[in-house]
C-alpha cells in the first residue's frame, strides 16, 4: 500500500469545493465554524458563491488544495478526483453514492469503485458514500449538512462509517468535546483505522470512538492499537454485527461457540481496545477517558444522598467488572464525624441529607470518602430543573466535589441517573474543573469497567501481530478420529492408549491387549454419540465384541482405546478460520455443557501461556477445575500447557488447518493432567 500523509486533508488550511447545492452547504458550516483559510469554489457556470471567487475546474486553481469536498456525480467524481491528484492536492472526500455499495440495478457500482481508487493514486480520499469529516479544532470541515459541534481546543475523535450515526452523534449534550467527527462511507482507499491513526497523532485529541461494521483491514487496526498505547491514548469501539455467520454450517462445536462476534470481541480485548454495546456507552467511555484516562483499577467508590440510589449503583453492578471496595479503616473517624451517627458507613454510600447545603461538612465528608485510594469517586446527583426549580444547593455540592478532589488529588465524577438531569452547561464546568460529568448507572459502570481493562491491556506485552493466515487451495479433508489424535500426540497433547481395528475379533483382541475397561468407537462417523457410535465402559472381551458388531455397519473401521478415568472438569478445545482474524482457538465448558452453559472464550492466535491462564481464568468451568465443594481439581497449569500445545499446533498448520475441535479435553485431578477425550481436525489436502 501506498503511503499516504492524511495531515493536509485533516487539518487543512485550503479547501476547494465542487458542486452545487452540497458544496454551498459546505463553505456555509465552514464559515459558522470560523474557518480561517481559504475556500475555493469550483463550478462550470456559477460566477460565484457566498462572496467567493467561482473557478471552473481544477486546472484554474490557485493552487493545489490541502483538502477537497467533491460532491458532484459518481462519474464525474472520479475524473475530479483524478485532476486533483495530478495537481497535487492533500486529498479528497467523495460524497457520491453509487459504487460498491449500490444496489443491483447499479451492477457498475464495483468497477466505478476501482476507477475511483486507481483515480486517486497516492492522493488520499475519504469514502465514497459518506459525508466527510469535521475538525472542531480548527473549524475546517467538508461536511454538507448540519451538525452540532462547537469549536474545542481539546477533545475526542469520533468515527464511523455511518454518516447519519455520526451526525447523531453530534448532536449530543452531554458535555462530551468532540475533536474530529469523520465518516469513512465504503472505504474505498482509505478505512476507518487509517483514520483514526492520523487523528491520534494531534496532540489535542484525547481519545478515539470507533463506530465498526467491519474490522477490514485487520493490520491497520493493529497498527491503531499499536499507536494508542504509544501515545497513552486509549481507542474504544461499539462493534455491530452480533449475528454476522452466526448459523454457519460445521461438523464440529467449535465454530456454533466461536461466531463473528465473539472472535471480535476477543481480538479488541487483545489489542487493548475498550468495546462498548450502546451509542450511550461510547460517549460516556468517552467522557470518562477525556477527563480522567484509563483507570488503574476497577475500585470505585459511590455516595448519594439516597438508600435508593444507593442499592441501584449496587445492584447495577452486578455482573460488572467493577468493584465497591470495603472502607478502610483509616476513613471510618472522618466520615462518622462529618455524617453523624445515624449513617450506616458502607460502600456504595447514602450519606443522608444530613449534610445537604453545608459546604464545609459536604467537602469533609467527600474527602474522607475520596481518601480511600479509589480509581474514581462518584457522587450521585441529579440536578433539578431549570425552569422550574433554584438549583443552588445542588452547586454547593458540586462546589464540595471540586475541593474534596484538590485536597485529596482523587479523580471524581459527578453521576446523572437520566441523562436529562445532567445540564450541558454543568456538565461542560464539570470537565473544566477535572470533574468527570456521566448520565446514566448502567451506562458509567460500563465504561468504568472499559476505562480499567484498557489500563490493564495496557500493562501487559505488546501482543503479537493477528496469525491472519490464508489458507492454501486444495480439497479439505476430515481425519479419522485416530488420524487426529495421532497429529495431536506428536504435538504434544495426552491422549488415551488406543488401536485401531478393522473388525468385531479384532477389536476384541486389541482391547485385551489395552486392558480393561475400554471405549470402542467407530471410525467415519461424525457426531458419534448421536448415532450409537460410540460405547463407553466395556468391561469383557464379549462386551467389545457385541459393540462392534453392533456399529460394524456404519463404521469404516474402528478405534478402542483405554477409558479414562472421571475427570474433574471436561473442555472444549478447538479452532477456526475467521475470515478476518484468521485462525483463532476457542476453550469453553466441553462434553455436554458446550450448549448448556455456553461458557467459552476466543483466543487469536497466536497465543502465549500467560495469556492463555488469564483469558480461561474467565470460564464459569474454573471452580470445577480447581475443585468443587471440596472435591480434589485438577492443575490449571496444565490445562494451559494443553491449551498452549494446540495453539501451537493449530500456528504451524495454520495454512492448512480449517477446523480442529477436541471435545471433550479431560481434566484428571491433582497432577494426572489433560487428556484429549475425542478430537476432529479437518484440513486442506
Keep these: ?85 495530478a495537481k497535487g492536492a492533500g ?71 455511518s ?74 469501539a461499539l462493534k455491530i454485527g452480533k449475528s454476522e455467520q452466526a448459523q454457519r ?10 461466531g463473528s462476534d465473539a472472535v471480535a470481541g476477543a481480538v479488541l480485548d487483545r489489542l487493548g481496545i475498550g468495546r462498548v454495546a450502546t451509542l450511550p456507552e461510547l460517549i460516556e467511555t468517552l467522557k470518562l477517558l477525556h477527563v ?11 455516595m448519594s444522598c439516597s438508600g435508593g440510589e444507593a442499592s441501584l449503583m449496587a ?37 443522608h441529607t444530613f449534610v445537604w447545603g453545608d459546604l464545609a461538612r459536604q467537602t469533609e465528608a ?15 446527583l441529579d440536578f433539578p430543573r431549570e425552569d422550574r426549580c433554584d438549583g443552588a444547593d445542588w452547586m454547593i455540592t458540586v462546589s464540595a466535589v471540586a475541593a474534596a478532589a484538590k485536597q485529596t488529588g482523587a479523580r471524581a465524577g459527578i453521576l446523572a441517573t437520566l441523562p436529562e438531569n445532567m445540564p450541558e452547561a454543568i456538565a461542560e464546568q464539570l470537565i473544566e474543573a477535572g470533574i468527570v460529568p456521566l448520565c446514566g448507572i448502567g451506562e458509567t459502570l460500563a465504561a468504568v469497567e472499559i476505562a480499567s481493562e484498557i489500563a490493564d491491556a495496557w500493562k501487559r506485552p505488546q501482543p503479537s501481530p493477528l496469525l491472519a493466515v490464508r489458507a492454501v ?41 489395552l486392558g480393561f475397561p475400554v471405549a470402542l468407537k467407530a471410525l467415519g462417523v461424525e457426531h458419534k454419540s448421536d448415532v450409537g457410535a460410540v460405547k463407553l465402559n466395556l468391561w469383557d472381551r464379549r462386551a467389545v465384541f457385541d459393540a462392534a458388531e453392533g456399529m460394524a455397519a456404519a463404521a469404516h473401521g474402528f478405534l478402542v482405546e483405554r477409558m479414562i478415568e472421571h475427570p474433574v472438569a471436561e473442555l472444549i478445545v478447538g479452532a477456526v478460520r475467521d475470515p478476518v482474524a484468521g485462525l483463532v482457538l476457542t476453550v469453553g465448558a466441553g462434553g455436554i455443557l458446550v450448549e448448556l452453559l455456553e461458557d467459552s472464550v476466543i483466543l487469536p492466535l497466536p497465543v502465549t501461556k500467560a495469556e492463555v491462564l488469564e483469558r480461561i481464568s474467565r470460564l464459569k468451568v474454573r471452580r470445577l477445575i480447581e475443585g468443587y465443594r471440596g472435591n480434589t481439581g485438577g492443575r490449571f497449569d496444565l490445562v494451559a500447557d494443553a491449551v498452549v500445545s494446540t495453539a501451537e499446533y493449530v500456528v504451524k498448520n495454520a495454512a492448512r488447518i480449517e477446523e480442529l475441535d477436541i471435545n471433550p479435553l479431560m481434566i484428571l485431578a491433582g497432577s494426572r493432567g489433560v487428556v484429549a477425550a475425542d478430537a476432529l481436525i479437518r484440513r486442506r489436502r
Excluded at 481544477?58 to 486533483?84: H, S, Y
Aim: glycine share 8%; aromatic share 4%.
Design 366 to 380: 467527600f474527602s474522607a470518602m475520596f481518601a480511600g485510594d479509589y480509581a474514581l469517586n462518584l457522587l450521585v
Design 292 to 302: 480522567a484516562g484509563p483507570l488503574e483499577s476497577n475500585a470505585i467508590s459511590s
Design 249 to 258: 454450517a460445521t461438523v464440529s462445536h467449535t465454530a456454533s461457540l466461536a
Design 1 to 85: 500500500m501506498i503511503q499516504r500523509s492524511l495531515d493536509r486533508l485533516i487539518r487543512p488550511r485550503t479547501i476547494a469545493v465542487f458542486g452545487g447545492r452540497e458544496a454551498r452547504r459546505v463553505i456555509e458550516q465552514c464559515d459558522l465554524m470560523g474557518f480561517s483559510g481559504e475556500i475555493w469554489p469550483v463550478h462550470p457556470t456559477q460566477e460565484s458563491v457566498l462572496g467567493r471567487r467561482c473557478y471552473r475546474s481544477v486546472a484554474e486553481l490557485p493552487d493545489a488544495p490541502d483538502a477537497a469536498f467533491v460532491g458532484v456525480n459518481r462519474t464525474l467524481t472520479i475524473d475530479i478526483v483524478r485532476d486533483l491528484a
Design 315 to 351: 445492584d447495577t453492578a452486578v455482573g460488572r467488572n467493577v468493584e465497591f471496595r470495603a472502607l478502610t479503616p483509616e476513613q471510618l473517624p472522618s466520615l462518622r464525624a462529618s455524617l453523624g451517627p445515624m449513617v450506616t458507613l458502607s460502600n456504595p454510600l447514602d450519606y
Design 91 to 161: 486529498g479528497a472526500v467523495c460524497y457520491a453514492s453509487g459504487f460498491s455499495e449500490a444496489v443491483a440495478e447499479l451492477s457498475d457500482g464495483a468497477d466505478l469503485q476501482r476507477a475511483l481508487v486507481e483515480a486517486a493514486g497516492a492522493m488520499p480520499i475519504v469514502g465514497p458514500n459518506c459525508y466527510g469529516i469535521i475538525n472542531g479544532l480548527d473549524g475546517a470541515l467538508l461536511w454538507p449538512d448540519q451538525h452540532g459541534i462547537v469549536r474545542t481546543e481539546r477533545g475526542v475523535a469520533i468515527l464511523t462509517q
Design 473 to 513: 487451495g486444495g480439497e479439505i479433508e476430515t481425519l479419522s478420529e485416530a488420524a487426529a489424535k495421532a497429529e495431536l500426540a506428536a504435538a504434544g497433547l495426552a491422549v488415551p492408549d488406543g488401536k485401531v481395528a478393522a473388525t468385531a475379533s479384532e477389536v476384541a483382541d486389541c482391547a485385551e491387549q
Design 163 to 236: 454518516s447519519n450515526i455520526a451526525i447523531n452523534l453530534s448532536m449530543q449534550r452531554r458535555g462530551l468535546p468532540i475533536s474530529y467527527l469523520m465518516t469513512a462511507g465504503n472505504q474505498a482507499q482509505i478505512g476507518l483505522s487509517v483514520l483514526a491513526q492520523a487523528v491520534l497523532e494531534d496532540p489535542r485529541v484525547t481519545a478515539v470512538g470507533l463506530h465498526i461494521e467491519g474490522f477490514g483491514d485487520i493490520r491497520a487496526l493493529e497498527a491503531l492499537a499499536m499507536r494508542a498505547r504509544e501515545l497513552k491514548k486509549p481507542v474504544v
